[in-house]
């Protein structure tokens, strides 16, 4: 019998796999329930994700969790997903650990409350040793804020005469940005239907493959992220090359 990791090409899998979870209080509202009820059952989704991964070796994997948007959201909402934030930590940090998972957090964490910065910062510490895959969560993140942030680090070393204008080039603005020891973005996921990337990762998706399913995160599973990663191992990556230059490297 063919597994679903049997589909794979192991020896083209995406370095970094970046996931918009959408679908959460949708997928909640179709139960009859209220939103909080999909987030909860969405960490399901998270673990699930991450073991496989883990399992394929995959070496990058960006979670959009909260982004600078969500702050506007009902407080009894944020809160709830704050706490959950909280108690997934506190549940998976063991086994995280095992994995050999390594947690980086993208985004303004001074934006988050104490106690999740309290409890970001003591996984953070626990697994920086670990050399497996590496979990980034993007906290109170958002694209645009990052770019402008990254903007004026650059703009005030100019002044201080620490780097000169013409030394500025896509690699300086990578060093500023918050996602400045991951890779670009190979895949980019989005579920639950909406084709739109949100400001997510807008500088580090450049050349990314863009894969979106109908599936609610709720529901997202690992063969999910099998037919995503096949998807994307039969699309032709030539970043902005001829497919005659493609086979000939």
């Known amino acids: 019998m063919t597994t679903h990791?049997?589909?794979?090409?192991?020896?083209?899998?995406?370095k970094h796999i970046a996931i918009i979870m959408d679908g959460n209080g949708r997928w909640a509202k179709e139960q009859g329930k209220p939103r909080i009820f999909g987030h909860k059952h969405g960490v399901s989704s998270v673990r699930e994700?991450?073991?496989?991964?883990?399992?394929?070796?995959?070496?990058?994997?960006?979670?959009?969790a909260f982004s600078t948007e969500n702050w506007k959201r009902p407080k009894l909402e944020?809160?709830?997903?704050?706490?959950?934030?909280?108690?997934?930590?506190?549940?998976?940090?063991?086994?995280?650990?095992?994995?050999?998972?390594?947690?980086?957090?993208?985004?303004n964490m001074e934006a988050l409350p104490s106690s999740v910065r309290k409890k970001l910062?003591?996984?953070?510490?626990?697994?920086?040793?670990?050399?497996g895959i590496t979990l980034s969560l993007a906290l109170s993140y958002g694209s645009r804020e990052e770019i402008v942030n990254a903007i004026k680090k650059i703009s005030e070393k100019v002044v201080n005469n620490s780097i000169k204008i013409e030394e500025i080039d896509e690699k300086v603005i990578n060093n500023h940005l918050y996602t400045f020891s991951l890779p670009d973005v190979d895949?980019?996921?989005?579920?639950?239907?909406?084709q739109r990337i949100s400001n997510f990762l807008l500088w580090q998706i450049a050349y990314s493959e863009l894969y979106f399913t109908n599936v609610c995160w709720p529901d997202f599973k690992k063969p999910d992220l099998i037919e995503a990663?096949?998807?994307?191992?039969?699309?032709?990556?030539?970043?902005g090359k001829t497919s005659e230059q493609i086979e000939k490297t």
């Open 49 to 64: 994700i991450l073991e496989t991964s883990v399992e394929l070796g995959i070496e990058y994997l960006t979670l959009y």
């Open 5 to 14: 990791t049997q589909l794979i090409d192991t020896k083209k899998l995406p």
């Open 121 to 131: 910062s003591e996984v953070i510490a626990l697994t920086k040793n670990n050399t």
């Open 229 to 239: 990663i096949t998807t994307y191992q039969n699309r032709e990556r030539r970043f």
């Open 78 to 107: 944020v809160t709830a997903l704050m706490n959950i934030l909280v108690s997934s930590l506190k549940k998976e940090v063991a086994s995280m650990h095992k994995n050999n998972v390594k947690l980086n957090v993208i985004g």
């Open 187 to 194: 895949l980019l996921i989005r579920t639950s239907g909406e």
